[in-house]
Nanobody, 122 residues
Framework: QVQLVESGGGLVQAGGSLRLSCAASGSIASINIMGWYRQAPGKQRELVASVTKGGSTNYVDSVKGRFTISRDNAKNMVSLQMNSLKPEDTAVYYC????????????????WGQGTQVTVSS
């Protein structure tokens, strides 16, 4: 079994910062791309940022210059540093990863965390 567990959400005032972390655990052989998605009420889930195993990153335009994604391959962790938060960043944030399992080594499977609430007050 593989699990993704997020932490670090909460309530913050506009202009503030939060750091989200996600730890993958279980029968993991390797992790390919890792990312953070978010879903605001009444909206579709969107990709916020992603990072490859080699460290290449990608961001949605609305967070460029404010959010930074990073990963620790040795610890199977990915983090999202969120600065200059805006009320429109309010959403449930989900960790996502493509994981190759030790017991199923011939393909990567996509996993989601349970989500963590980020609320930015104006």
């Amino acid at each position: 079994q593989v699990q993704l567990v997020e932490s670090g959400g909460g309530l913050v005032q506009a202009g503030g910062s939060l750091r989200l972390s996600c730890a993958a655990s279980g029968s993991i052989a390797s992790i390919n791309i890792m990312g953070w998605y978010r879903q605001a009420p009444g909206k579709q889930r969107e990709l916020v940022a992603s990072v490859t195993k080699g460290g290449s990153t990608n961001y949605v335009d609305s967070v460029k210059g404010r959010f930074t994604i990073s990963r620790d391959n040795a610890k199977n962790m990915v983090s999202l540093q969120m600065n200059s938060l805006k009320p429109e960043d309010t959403a449930v944030y989900y960790c996502n990863a493509d994981i190759v399992r030790r017991d199923l080594p011939f393909a990567a499977y996509n996993y989601w965390g349970q989500g963590t609430q980020v609320t930015v007050s104006s």
